[in-house]
């Protein structure tokens, strides 16, 4: 039976049979020696025969014998260090060409476009593979602190309509309904709402969300994934209380090697903040050298609205001169409520962004749960008939009884860039698209046969040359 490299210290003199790639070979004349790795990491095997068919990369099935190292060969850096195992035979299950690139660096250093191309290559990289298994612990983590606490995971459509988070939407063209289209969701902003108008109460989901804006560097571009969450019955303080436990807790349970600077999380007004570090996201870290300081913090206080740029294609007709800040269903705070017919610009909304080490990491806020008051922010913004028709299911669900609501939602690929300090959202995610939004290893965007297209009433233009 199988037995993974990391039984092996309890294992001495026995005879054991392991499987996993060549990591590394050392000819020393008369003696050979292999790094096995498999999911639990490296041992060293040894061997006087000739093993010269096993190359880095092989995968192979090993039967040997488990020895205690002397004192002297003892490798303090891997796991495995006090033992090695004595090949009585290997085989050889599966040959490796060389590999395009090396694996046992960091990688930065490697062109990004052929990592992307090779990516199941390149997860085999120990800081990639480590990234992963740790991105998937915090997940498990925040799972069972939500579902402990009497939050219902629910999965939300992905073939949906536009969702108002301010970036482009990607569009999918229905067969049924020849030139109509659905839109993937730039987050499950309704439908989490409309499951608290259902009487979840509490509702999460780990949620892919798609956007079609240029990539940077804590913005994938396509698609990324955060935490989604949304509770009834709530105030703002019991989300920014929930979410602060949440992340506190795990990074105590997951990063123990981590500190926060400061506790409770400093809550900042919009104005402060802006007035004092020019930024609505502030790096708070007291020692920026300090690899371990985690200085998470609260922005509040935001303005409603912002003026209305040429970005803001999605809102109005372009006369009108209002955008959300955050987006059109964050409620205005009840002291400001009189202000929306008088001076909207002068609206703060119940908003709270969360902020990292100088990155928003999240963000969220108590929704508009009165159809006339989501009616005049519409009107606010500028929507024309057709649009305030296109989110009339809102209005329609909040005539059936509505309880108040709010939510956040921490990207978890932004986190755990952050907390891991890897440069790009891209080193946290398994296979992500690359800068120039072609997807890892299977290179899509790509052309479609014309029947398909036909299939579907669409006829693709000569391309403009750029
Ligand atoms: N839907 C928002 C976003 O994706 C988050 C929220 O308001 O809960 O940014």
């Not at 709402?193 to 969300?209: D, K, P, S, T």
């Amino acid at each position: 039976m199988r037995m993974l490299s990391s039984e092996a210290t309890a294992k001495i003199g026995e005879q054991v049979t392991l499987q996993g790639w060549v990591h590394a070979r050392r000819d020393h004349g008369k003696i050979m020696f292999l790094d096995l790795r498999d999911r639990a990491g490296l041992i060293q095997l040894v061997s006087t025969k000739d093993l010269a068919d096993a190359r880095p990369e092989d995968v192979v099935e090993v039967v040997g014998l488990v020895k205690k190292r002397p004192y002297s060969m003892v490798n303090p850096k891997i796991a495995t260090g006090t033992v090695e195992v004595e090949v009585t035979k290997i085989t050889i299950l599966s040959k490796a060409k060389e590999l395009p690139f090396p694996i046992d660096t960091e990688g930065y250093e490697i062109n990004e476009e052929i990592r992307s191309k090779y990516r199941y290559l390149d997860l085999r990289r120990p800081r990639m593979a480590r990234n992963i298994r740790i991105r998937s612990k915090a997940v498990a983590y925040i799972r069972n602190f939500l579902l402990a606490r009497d939050f219902v995971e629910i999965e939300t459509p992905i073939l949906t309509k536009t969702t108002p988070e301010g970036a482009r939407d990607f569009l999918v063209p229905s067969r049924l309904q020849p030139g109509k289209f659905y839109a993937l969701p730039q987050s499950p902003q309704q439908y989490k709402q409309l499951l608290m108008v259902a009487g979840f109460e509490r509702y999460f989901q780990i949620a892919r969300c798609f956007r079609d804006e240029d990539p940077r560097r804590d913005r994938a571009y396509g698609e990324f994934t955060q935490l989604d969450l949304e509770m009834s019955f709530v105030t703002q303080e019991d989300i920014l209380r929930l979410t602060e436990d949440l992340f506190s807790s795990l990074v105590a349970q997951i990063f123990p090697e981590k500190h926060i600077s400061q506790s409770p999380w400093p809550r900042l007004a919009h104005y402060d903040v802006m007035k004092k570090y020019g930024t609505d996201k502030p790096d708070l870290r007291k020692d920026k050298n300090d690899p371990n300081e985690l200085a998470f913090s609260w922005t509040l206080d935001f303005p409603l609205f912002t003026e209305q740029s040429e970005s803001d294609f999605f809102f109005g007709s372009g006369k009108a001169k209002f955008a959300p800040s955050h987006h059109m269903f964050t409620a205005p705070h009840p002291d400001d409520v009189g202000l929306l017919d008088t001076n909207p610009m002068k609206v703060r909304g119940l908003q709270h962004d969360l902020v990292l080490n100088g990155f928003e990491v999240g963000g969220g806020s108590i929704r508009i749960h009165q159809a006339e008051i989501q009616e005049k922010v519409f009107d606010l913004i500028g929507f024309t008939d057709a649009q305030k028709k296109d989110f009339s299911h809102m209005l329609t669900a909040f005539t059936y009884g509505v309880p108040p609501h709010g939510g956040i939602a921490p990207g978890i690929d932004r986190f755990m860039m952050t907390v891991l300090r890897e440069p790009s959202i891209r080193e946290v995610m398994a296979c992500p698209t690359s800068a120039s939004g072609a997807t890892s290893v299977m290179d899509a965007p790509s052309s479609v046969a014309s029947d398909q297209l036909k299939e579907l009433g669409i006829a693709v233009l000569p391309q403009r040359k750029k």
